[in-house]
């Protein structure tokens, strides 16, 4: 870390997203502008200097040079995460990685992994891990008048309340592990603002063929659903329990396969009304 | 089968109450499990000082309906493979889900104890995995589950 410390910093930034302070700091001058954007939804710039965790971004030096590779190193703490000629792919590795670590460490927050429309003042959440078809579902369900809340974490508060966490959804192609990100405002959709009890909690996955066929589940069965796809469990086990619980108390879950989207959303939407 | 005599619930767990049912939270092995109202009954009564038999007893007399050996018994099973009582050596003996549901048959199944066990996820497992060739840390970040340690980039996918 000493010998980071020693670099020329042109600039840097020191922010706090859901009780986690985080900083930033760039050797090269306007990098700042294009890492805004990155930051989660929410952030406001902190006054205090000690941050949590520093990410530290070395630009790729612009000097000309036969051979010479120009590349962009990312440092947590001083931990490398990223070393890469593409700037882009450096940035997004910062945006990953200190999203991830927001989530993990928020007391405000519990983030589940998920994805969250509104629909009638109610929030209809659907965790589920990687590849399950969360964003396919959520961007159907926009399609149908639902509001956009996230297609990536659920934030549940200490009274169980669902708060957005509005970000580009990253669509995948199909087949493809690479996501591209799109606006909701690009799909069309109203985006959340306020925090919404939960209504409906859908434990689904995407399977081919499949028609929609979903059961009850019982609250406490859905509790462990939840659990099982919250970020921070095993760091705040307490506090992450009392949150899932007070959601649990309330709202209505269903678990089952899920063909084409369509379908299910529909069914979704009606099983909220 | 399994024999569990003077059974003793696990005290080094977070519980909590969920109507009839429990969620637990075992920290030791980063485990959450749901117990459903009459699993959560024989837990309650798995103090260290009562036989399966008045477990049963006292169950029978909360229920004001009888509640045999046999379902206690299942339910200690099923705690006991969950990790949720405390561990002696002693030989175990209780009757599977199976044998207990063909017994007393399937209509009435559904007042059989259950507990539905889960494992906690890390923080990288709860996450959206990353694409080949994403700089990556971890094996657990990648969607192929493969980070390359020469490139730190996820690889294999």
């Known amino acids: 870390m000493d010998k980071l410390d020693r670099l020329g910093w042109a600039e840097g930034l020191a922010f706090s997203a859901f009780g986690v302070c985080v900083g930033i700091r760039a050797t090269v001058s306007g990098m700042l502008d294009r890492i805004l954007p990155l930051l989660p939804p929410g952030w406001k710039k902190s006054p205090r200097g000690l941050v949590q965790r520093l990410y530290s971004l070395i630009g790729a030096n612009g000097s000309e040079g036969k051979g010479v590779r120009h590349l962009n190193l990312l440092y947590a703490n001083n931990l490398r995460l990223a070393r890469e000629t593409d700037l882009q792919a450096v940035l997004e590795a910062f945006r990953n990685d200190h999203h991830l670590y927001v989530a993990g460490a928020s ?138 619980l007070e959601v649990a108390k309330r709202a209505v879950f269903i678990r089952g396969p899920r063909g084409e989207a369509s379908e299910a959303a529909a069914s979704i939407l009606n099983l909220s009304t | 089968m399994k024999k569990l005599e003077f059974p003793q619930g696990r005290m080094d767990c977070l519980s909590r109450e969920l109507g009839a049912e429990v969620l637990i939270y075992d920290l030791q092995r980063d485990e959450g499990h749901c117990l459903n109202y009459k699993a959560a009954a024989v837990w309650r009564l798995c103090d260290g000082k009562r036989t399966p038999r008045q477990i049963a007893a006292e169950l029978s007399r909360q229920f004001s309906t009888a509640v045999g050996e046999q379902i206690v018994r299942l339910a200690l099973g099923q705690l006991w493979d969950a990790h949720l009582l405390v561990e002696r050596e002693v030989s175990v003996e209780t009757p599977s889900r199976r044998v207990a549901m063909q017994r007393i048959g399937i209509a009435a199944a559904i007042a059989l104890p259950l507990i539905t066990s889960m494992a906690a996820p890390t923080p990288a497992q709860a996450a959206s995995c990353l694409h080949n060739l994403a700089p990556c840390t971890s094996n657990l970040q990648c969607c192929s589950n493969i980070c390359s340690p020469v490139l730190n980039k996820c690889i294999g996918g």
């Open chain 1, 107 to 244: 007391p405000d927050m519990t983030f589940i992994h998920a994805g969250v429309v509104g629909w009638q003042r109610r929030a209809v959440v659907l965790p589920g891990r990687s590849f399950s078809g969360k964003t396919t579902l959520v961007r159907e369900l926009l399609r149908l008048g639902a509001t956009y809340y996230s297609d990536e974490y659920a934030l549940v508060d200490e009274r169980g309340l669902i708060h957005p966490f509005v970000r580009p959804l990253g669509i995948r192609e199909h087949g493809s592990t690479v996501q591209t990100d799109f606006t909701p405002e690009k799909l069309g959709a109203s985006v959340g603002v306020e925090p919404l009890r939960a209504g409906t909690v859908v434990i689904t996955e995407y399977q081919a063929g499949t028609r929609w066929e979903a059961n009850p589940l019982s609250q406490g069965q859905g509790a462990l659903e939840l659990l099982a796809n919250s970020v921070a469990i095993r760091r705040l086990p307490e506090k992450t329990l009392l949150r899932l």
